[in-house]
């Protein structure tokens, strides 16, 4: 039996893109310089960790193997572990962008070569068309924002106001994204979803990628919380992506976390929804016991990015860095025979830099199975060898972009 497990650390870049610099990052490191944070004994608001950065598992399949060799770090010597278990590598993004579906979509073998449309940074930063549109078809008396905003900060910032007056919070971001954040029960959460669905209708002529829900409970700006009801409406990949070319096969696709709204649910066999990485850990757990011979496991583990990278909280990223790598046992143990399980990142968002964006960064490639080679991969020159190397493993036809390394890792290699 095989099966194949693809597990996405969302924003876990390794630093070293080669070209970083035309995206105004070079030099950025998301765990590299959280390593090194660590390493002067940095501790979150609450002293719930400090020290430094504890990641024995993910070091045992090669995690600062990776980060030497995909950005020199000064600290991964010091920091890899003495014995290899796993296979490991970086690769570098070939997509247009260094946002979620890019990655998501290369990985999956998908490449993004044209370039998506964002919102400018200025107030109001929406067409005043594209809004009047909206409103006539939602019957909204208007918005709130307009504006590039956190989006924990805009709803502390408007979250009274939205509640009040009943207008959503139209909001956007470096990404080519539309954002409506709304309160769950005086707005209500379906007719979030339902105006959602309109937007998204309006954007396609924009080229932009993703209208996101951005649901919220509480009773005033002190409380004021996202949900896990959160909500992606994504644009189609322009091409099959790896879970097209499963399903099409007669194969499971098994999507945990936001997988499924990311690929606008095409090639998706079943989604599990799940709030924060523990959640997402354990309904992981589940949908491995549930794959059989020929299925893929896709999970993203969004707590890096959402909570820790975006909000430049690097104790936080760290902490969430140690609590994965704990139960990285647990999902190495559902491993069978023929089993082949990879862990990969989608872009950086290194909490140490400028700004809020994401961060162009190589990502790091570490994987294992029962049968598999330990050792390096190399730095790959797109992440598409990723879903590549997955498609042969499980027996499909080579795709149209990337190169697999299955046979580098094949135990008769």
Known sequence: MKRAFLFVLDSVGIGGASDAESFG????????????????????????????????????LGLF??????SQHPLADACKAERVTGFWGAADEVSNGKDTPSGHWEIAGVPVRFDW????????????????TIYRKAGLAGSLGNKHASGTEIIAELGEEHVKTGMPIFYTSADS??????????????????????VRGELDALNIGRVIARPFVG?????????????????????????DRLTQSGRKV???????????????TSVRKATGNMALADATLEAMDEAGDGDLVFTNFVDFDMLYGHRRNVPGYAAALEAFDRRLPELMAKLQPGDLMMITADHGCDPTWRGTDHTR???????????????????????????ETIAEH?????GLHGTSFLASISADA
């Open 65 to 70: 193997h990776a980060l030497e060799a995909a």
């Open 25 to 60: 990052d070079a030099g950025s490191n998301t765990v590299g310089h959280i390593l090194e944070r660590a390493s002067r004994g940095e501790a979150d608001e609450a002293g719930l960790r400090s020290g430094p950065l504890d990641l024995p598992n993910l070091a045992s």
């Open 254 to 268: 098994l999507a945990v976390g936001k997988i499924g709204d990311i690929f606008a649910h095409q090639g998706v």
């Open 117 to 132: 449309g964002y919102f400018p940074d200025e107030i109001p930063c929406f067409p005043p068309d594209l809004l009047d």
């Open 394 to 398: 499980l027996g499909l036809s080579p």
């Open 361 to 387: 960064e190589r990502v790091p490639i570490l994987g294992a199975g029962p049968g598999l080679k330990p050792g390096s991969v190399g730095v790959r020159d797109t992440y598409a060898d990723m879903g």
């Open 177 to 198: 994204v539309f954002q409506i954040a709304a309160h769950e029960e005086a707005f209500g959460l379906q007719r979030l979803y339902e105006l959602c669905e309109l």
């Open 219 to 243: 009773s005033d700006r002190n409380n004021f919380e996202r949900t896990g009801n959160r909500r992606d409406y994504s644009v189609l990949p322009p091409e099959p992506t790896l879970l």
